[in-house]
Each structure stands twice: as structure tokens, then as C-alpha cells.
């Protein structure tokens, strides 16, 4: 979505606000589509003191996989972003700061590149998440599995010292 700026650019105190639902399902991430609803878009541009400031928050409802168990479950993902707004650089080049066109900005270009860096690498179901057993695959959330552990192999010898007694 693209914004016109120009209305606020050189009058102080001024404010644009800004709503729009951005569509994200195309996305893949690790062979997955997580982002089955829009993406609600919302936010403004401030005027203060001839300098302006963009602010969107992005949320959705993700259908996310847990990392340790890979279990099925709804994920609410929110993104905030912001930056300021300029129709030159003084100073060189600036990650905080967007060059206007003609006035406008890409919002949601904005939203879209945000929200996708604001995902998280690795997805839990809950901080506490036991995951799966290395050996049988049992779901170590639902209970312990039945299988021997084996003693860790550095400690083999002190193992066959306590059988021998």
C-alpha cells in the first residue's frame, strides 16, 4: 500500500493514519506455508518539527510446527516497525531512515519486509516443550517413554566397575 505523504510533509503536527491487510500466504519458510491468514496492517506517519516518523504494527495468526515435538498449533505474531521518512539523505546512507518517492512511501513493502524478519528461527508449543525421544520418537510432553536409557559412553568403564560388584 502505498502512502501519500505530501498532505503532511511541511506542516508540523500533523498525522496520517494508515490500515490495510497485507496477504503473506505465498511465503515459505522451511518448507512451509505459515501464513494461511492476512496480515493486519496498521499504523501512521507523524509530523514533528518537519521531521517524519512512520509507525506500523503487522499481525496475524501463524500455523505453526513446535521445533521439539512437532506438534500442530496456532502461533499470534506480532511486528512492530518504524522508522523516519525523508526525501534526501544529508549525511550518506541510513538503515533508519526510508527516501520518499514523489512523496510517497511503500507501506507495505514495509510491513511485508519487517514481518518477515521479525520471524523466529526456531518455534516452540511452550518454554517448557520436552520435544521427542532420540530413540523411539515418542511425544516426551505426554509422559516418559519406555526405553533404557544407555549410560553415556565417556562413563562406560565406571558403568562396568558398579555391574561387577
Do not use: W
Amino acid at each position: 500500500m502505498v502512502i501519500d505523504v505530501r498532505p503532511i510533509l511541511h506542516t508540523p503536527g500533523k498525522r496520517l493514519e494508515f490500515q490495510f491487510d497485507l496477504d503473506l500466504s505465498g511465503l515459505e519458510f522451511d518448507g512451509r506455508r505459515p501464513v494461511s491468514r492476512p496480515v493486519a496492517v496498521e499504523g501512521e506517519v507523524r509530523n514533528t518539527a518537519d521531521l517524519l516518523e512512520l509507525a506500523l504494527t503487522a499481525r496475524t495468526t501463524l500455523d505453526a510446527v513446535c521445533d521439539r515435538c512437532a506438534k500442530d498449533f496456532l502461533l499470534e505474531r506480532e511486528i512492530d516497525y518504524g522508522c523516519m521518512l525523508a526525501e534526501e539523505l544529508q549525511n550518506g546512507e541510513s538503515d533508519e531512515i526510508v527516501l520518499l518517492e514523489d512523496g510517497k512511501v511503500d507501506a507495505g513493502e514495509l510491513a511485508r519486509t519487517a514481518f518477515i524478519l521479525g520471524m523466529d528461527s526456531k518455534t516452540l508449543c511452550s518454554k517448557d516443550c520436552k520435544g521427542l525421544c532420540p530413540r523411539c520418537g515418542a511425544n516426551l510432553n505426554l509422559g516418559p517413554c519406555s526405553c533404557k536409557k544407555e549410560p553415556d559412553p565417556r562413563l562406560a568403564a565406571l558403568a562396568s566397575l558398579l555391574e561387577n560388584k
